[in-house]
């Protein structure tokens, strides 16, 4: 847990009318997955909101040579929808294989990345300084990788 801290964290919201077959954002392995069907302790997620809280979920680590770990959290509506993957653990995977579906209705993925691995594109950065969403498709560039983190400035992006 500690690699995660000041690390970052982006969010996807899909509507119940957009696409919601989800993809690998990373070239990487995959790690072992976890289902977890029972509902968190809502004072743990301090939000009014609870989206989060009363869900199904799969997470799927993902082992990144670039990235390091980065972990895909699956948010599907409970008692609506469900969450399907069609890879397993140990399979290697490239950037935008298909990783998975969500079975109707909208649903969230939250995705994880450990401190200094990625720099976020400069309009998305803007963007969410003023809490506004941004709209995505699938295979938009939304980052890119410290290909050396602990020299400053020394990014590539995809």
């Not at 040579?65 to 895909?72: D, E, I, S």
């Not at 290909?147 to 995809?158: D, L, M, Q, T």
Request: hydrophobic letters at 45%.
């Amino acid at each position: 847990a500690e690699r995660y801290i000041h690390g970052s964290l982006a969010i996807f919201r899909l509507a119940p009318q957009d696409y919601h077959r989800f993809h690998v954002p990373v070239d990487g392995m995959i790690g072992k997955m976890m289902d977890i069907l029972e509902n968190i302790v809502p004072q743990a997620i301090r939000s009014a909101l609870d989206v989060y809280g009363e869900n199904a979920r799969k997470i799927i680590p993902i082992d990144s040579p670039h990235f390091g770990r980065v972990w895909a959290v699956c948010v599907g509506a409970m008692m609506v929808g469900s969450i399907h993957t069609v890879v397993h653990e140990g399979q290697r995977v490239s950037r935008g294989d298909e990783l998975g579906y969500f079975a109707f209705v909208g649903s969230t993925i939250v995705m994880l990345l450990e401190k200094g691995m990625v720099e976020w594109d400069e309009g998305l950065l803007i963007d969410g300084r003023a809490s506004l969403e941004r709209f995505a498709r699938v295979g938009m560039g939304i980052a890119g990788w410290c290909r050396n983190r602990f020299a400053k400035g020394n990014y590539i992006r995809p």
